[in-house]
């Protein structure tokens, strides 16, 4: 277990409310909240049993406590650990879950706590929402990434073999509850792919918070208002995810950067360069290109691109993979039978959906080397 500080103990977590009718939540953010866990949870019924799904590092570091916390709270808890990476979020890993689920008793009147990055989240999320017709669950995010994205907003899904996410659905958690300081037992590359998603949310809709990303030197500087920078992405997150909560529309606008960014990844089978930095060169390549078409106003990809550079994110696309990358475009399930939809920048802080046509992503300002 990492140390503490007293003090973080003592503040009050912040609190969020994601307003979607009976399917509202709350998002507890602050540091320390981990010791608090049992009091955050939503009401459950006397001896109601809690399930906590987790992977082999998240339950090093955290599994015996987030346990210990439960128990001495009351609850019967079981806990099921797996693999980490990617290759878990599988269709595969549900029938364990759901045989651990059976083999615990667990009804719909019972907890399935995630503690995890994305992919426990996704995963947990879905055998949550599919085991029993829906038990309800709640999101305890451990990676950066998941604190400031994916654990708010419902999307659950599993990865086939033909492409990732393509079977899921929209289920939201009853409470997310996120302790920064789990941040630091991340390792650095996780770390940097948080990153890329903070920026992101400054680039579409928030230039002030992008100048407080500047001001932020190092992981450090980073880690000491981290409580903040959760606060305000899950804020921009929280009222897309209402305004948007089945991702036809306004939605979309959390996507920059992601149509090049999903595509270089597959082009180099999940193997190659990490999501983040996929798509921190995906929203400096489509910047670069939506500027020179006078899309967007000049100077943005510089800016954005130092920005990226300083938080340890790559900006040039991977050219000797130009030709597979394309390819995956077009074979990207959101662009099957329509045209496709990206996002660009007006300016920092302001984005807009554009419709392009494939070769959009074949224009030279986009493939320049370092
Ligand atoms: N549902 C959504 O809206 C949404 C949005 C964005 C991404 N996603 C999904 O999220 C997934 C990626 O999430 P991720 O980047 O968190 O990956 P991940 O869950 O694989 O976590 C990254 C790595 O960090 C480790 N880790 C996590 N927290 C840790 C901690 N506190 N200390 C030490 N190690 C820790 C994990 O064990 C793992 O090895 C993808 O499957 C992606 O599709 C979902």
Not at 255 to 274: P, Q, W
């Amino acid at each position: 277990m990492i140390e503490r500080e007293e003090t973080a103990r003592s503040r009050e977590p912040r609190r969020l409310l994601v307003e979607l009718g009976e399917n509202s939540y709350p998002i507890w953010i602050g540091e320390g909240l981990m010791d608090r866990l049992a009091e955050k949870l939503p009401p459950l019924q006397p001896g109601a049993r809690i399930f906590i799904l987790t992977d082999h590092h998240v339950d090093a570091f955290y599994g015996d406590w987030a346990e210990r916390i439960l128990r001495e709270a009351g609850y019967p808890t079981r806990r099921l650990s797996l693999e980490p990476g990617e290759a878990t979020k599988a269709f595969g890993s549900l029938p364990p879950i759901y045989e651990a689920l059976l083999d615990f008793q667990c009804t719909r009147k019972d907890l399935m706590i995630t503690l995890g990055g994305g992919v426990i989240g996704d995963l947990g999320g879905f055998a949550a929402a599919t085991y029993l017709r829906g038990m309800p669950f709640v999101q305890i995010p451990t990676s950066l990434l998941a604190q400031v994205d994916s654990s708010v907003g419902g999307k659950v899904a599993v990865d086939l073999p033909q492409g990732k996410n393509l079977v899921g659905c929209f289920y939201q958690p009853k409470a997310v509850l996120i302790d920064p300081l789990l941040l630091q037992t991340l390792p650095e590359r996780y770390f940097r792919d948080g990153m890329a998603e903070v920026i992101k949310y400054g680039c579409i809709r928030d230039a002030a918070f992008l100048e407080r990303l500047a001001g932020l030197a190092d992981r450090n500087a980073v880690m000491a208002v981290m409580a903040d920078i959760i606060e305000t992405c899950c804020r921009h997150k929280k009222s897309y995810v209402e305004a948007d909560e089945r991702d036809l529309g306004l939605r979309m606008h959390l996507n920059f950067g992601h149509t090049l960014g999903h595509a270089i990844e597959a082009s180099e089978h999940y193997e190659g360069h990490s999501h983040g930095e996929a798509v921190a060169m995906g929203m400096a390549a489509i910047t670069r290109i939506s500027e020179a078409m006078s899309l967007t106003q000049p100077g943005t990809a510089e800016k954005l691109e130092k920005l990226l550079r300083q938080h340890g994110l790559p900006c040039r696309m991977p050219v000797e993979k130009k030709k597979e990358i394309l390819a995956a475009i077009a074979t990207d399930k959101k662009n099957l039978g329509r045209t496709l939809k990206v996002v660009l920048l007006k300016t920092l802080g302001e984005s807009y959906l554009w419709d392009a046509s494939p070769s959009f992503f074949d224009a030279a300002a986009g493939w320049q080397a370092e």
